[in-house]
């Protein structure tokens, strides 16, 4: 069970970040060209809320089951082990409640740039703070 939940959280974080890139970058291109807020601009968002939670909710299991999340807290002299038991997943619930506060406030937003505007910043910095946690050495 431990290595199949461990897999898919891999293995979604590549679709969970390639959607979030996706649905930042298309926040910072539409408020920089001035473009109209439309249905598909509010589902590559939607998209890349739903990836990033699916994440969260399996990262949350895995982090309750593997010898590497909560029974290695105590550790912080060790690096790897600080990083996969209290920063990845500390970071990562910032990162992931930034997005949703994102998609919250983009709601009662009125212009497409005030919407393209709180996607950007928002998804941005929740891209940003998830890159800057994943454990790269147990990626490759």
Do not use: C
């Not at 105590?74 to 619930?93: F, V, Y």
């Amino acid at each position: 069970m431990y290595t199949i939940l461990q897999k898919f959280h891999s293995g979604w974080a590549y679709v969970a970040l390639l959607v979030l890139v996706i649905a930042a970058v298309n926040a910072i291109i539409g408020m920089s060209s001035k473009k109209e807020f439309t249905a598909k601009d509010r589902k590559i968002a939607l998209f890349g809320l739903i990836g990033t939670h699916v994440q969260l909710l399996f990262g949350l299991i895995l982090y309750f089951v593997s010898p590497l999340g909560l029974d290695s807290l105590g550790q912080m002299s060790d690096k790897a082990l600080r990083l996969t038991s209290l920063e990845h997943p500390l970071i990562n619930l910032i990162a992931i409640t930034l997005i949703t506060i994102g998609w919250s406030k983009h709601k009662k937003l009125t212009t497409s740039e005030s919407k393209f505007k709180t996607f950007s910043i928002f998804y941005g910095l929740g891209l940003v703070l998830i890159l800057s946690r994943i454990p790269w050495s147990l990626w490759f």
